[in-house]
């Protein structure tokens, strides 16, 4: 699976965004699909994930109500709508892709992933 992440930019806090992340190869609509993020310093950490069902979300509790993931697999694209956002939202956001599931995708982290994207800047100004 190959993976493009676009939609990044420039914000102000309590703005939104959406992220899509484009994917090629045949396993994608058997994937489960995640967002993770880094920022500058620190550890690339999860956002959320979505099972290849489409059933099944994770969100790590700091983006909880506010962030939300979805996919078409049709279009082999998966989609993070980040709304209310604030400055510690800031970093590079990463889509990934598994084999496990969403929880697991949560639980064991960048571990576990099998594929990533290029990052997509993701900027909010106070």
């Known amino acids: 699976v190959q993976l493009q992440a676009s939609g990044g930019g420039l914000v102000q806090a309590g703005g939104s965004l959406r992220l899509s992340c484009a994917a090629s190869?045949?396993?994608?609509?058997?994937?489960?699909m995640g967002w993770f993020r880094q920022a500058p310093g620190k550890e690339r950490n999860f956002v959320a994930a979505m099972g290849w069902r489409g059933t099944t979300t994770s969100y790590a509790d700091s983006v909880q109500g506010r962030f939300t993931i979805s996919r078409d697999n049709p279009k082999n694209t998966v989609y993070l709508q980040m709304n209310s956002l604030k400055p510690e939202d800031t970093a590079v956001y990463y889509c990934?892709?598994?084999?496990?599931?969403?929880?697991?995708?949560?639980?064991?982290?960048?571990?576990?992933?099998?594929?990533w994207g290029k990052g997509t800047l993701v900027t909010v100004s106070s």
């Open positions: 990934a892709a598994d084999q496990g599931g969403a929880l697991t995708m949560r639980k064991f982290g960048a571990d576990v992933v099998d594929y």
């Open positions: 190869g045949r396993t994608f609509s058997r994937s489960t």
